[in-house]
């Protein structure tokens, strides 16, 4: 059993910043792909970014070069770094542990762009 505790949300400006973490109990952290998702109202979930337990990173394309995930299996915790906010990046934003058919997720931190 994996518990995630996502923190770091809230209200920036367009054009802001904002750092997302997720803290992982449980054992083995290393051996997950970590994920990072969005879903804004009345949209679907979707992928954000993901890193494996190799060390692979993907990006959704509407975040590529403005979003980094990394992170820290000394501490359990996942980081999404968020560069150059939009409106449209508004949404929760959730963290996803999986290894195989088995996923954990965290229970959501909202994020909101807006002047």
């Known amino acids: 059993q994996v518990q995630l505790v996502e923190s770091g949300g809230g209200l920036v400006q367009p054009g802001g910043s904002l750092r997302l973490s997720c803290a992982a109990s449980?054992?083995?952290?290393?051996?997950?792909?970590m994920g990072w998702y969005r879903q804004a109202p009345g949209k679907q979930r979707e992928l954000v970014a993901a890193?494996?337990?190799?060390?692979?990173?993907n990006y959704a394309d509407s975040v590529k070069g403005r979003f980094t995930i990394s992170r820290d299996n000394a501490k359990n915790t996942v980081y999404l770094q968020m560069n150059s906010l939009k409106s449209e990046d508004t949404a929760v934003y959730y963290c996803?542990?999986?290894?195989?058919?088995?996923?954990?997720w965290g229970q959501g931190t909202q994020v909101t762009v807006s002047s």
């Open positions: 996803n542990a999986r290894r195989g058919v088995v996923e954990f």
């Open positions: 449980g054992r083995h952290f290393s051996i997950y792909t």
């Open positions: 890193s494996t337990s190799g060390g692979s990173t």
